[in-house]
């Protein structure tokens, strides 16, 4: 950060605010004190019958490994909505939400998951210019060697210890050392 947004000063200054427990952008002219927090990524867990909806990738990171649809929440949206609309941004299929199945996060990189339970209301789906193939797997048919995101595995071993009648939000995290917690 090299200019205020505020008052436009360069006298900009890293360190720990008063009152506060972490670093942050101050400016030493105006004051203002810059707060740089988790990203939310927002997704679906799409279900047909007894199959998952997966997509594989067609950009990068992961370009070519398969993962849920999901991407980046937008500013004034609701997190349901945003599931519901990076679901068809990557896969054209349009899903009906049941529940928050996974909030999952990735403290290494800023980013906290939230991962929508949810059913397929048709077969209607196929890629797009973020997915290269869209596809259902059975359980067993799951490539979990080509699965992009720790977020992904996590959500689908959730599912297939549970399934859809788990009363209950599954919590984990991976922060470069450890999986995930259960």
Known sequence: M????QCGSNQLS???PEGDTHQRFVCDH???IFYANPRIIVGCLPVYQ????LCKRAIEPQLGLWNLPAGFLENGEKAEEGAV????EESEANVHILKLHVVFSLPKVNQ?????????KDTHFG????TLEVRLFKKDEI????IAFHSTTYALEKYFEFGKTYPGVHVGSYDGKQKWEK
């Open 2 to 5: 090299n200019f205020c947004s």
């Open 14 to 16: 890293y360190k720990i």
């Open 30 to 32: 105006c004051g203002r």
């Open 50 to 53: 007894d199959k998952i909806m």
């Open 85 to 88: 609309r990076e679901t068809f």
């Open 112 to 120: 906290v998951y939230l991962h929508f339970l949810a059913d397929l």
């Open 127 to 130: 890629p797009t210019q973020e």
């Open 143 to 146: 490539p979990w060697e080509e």
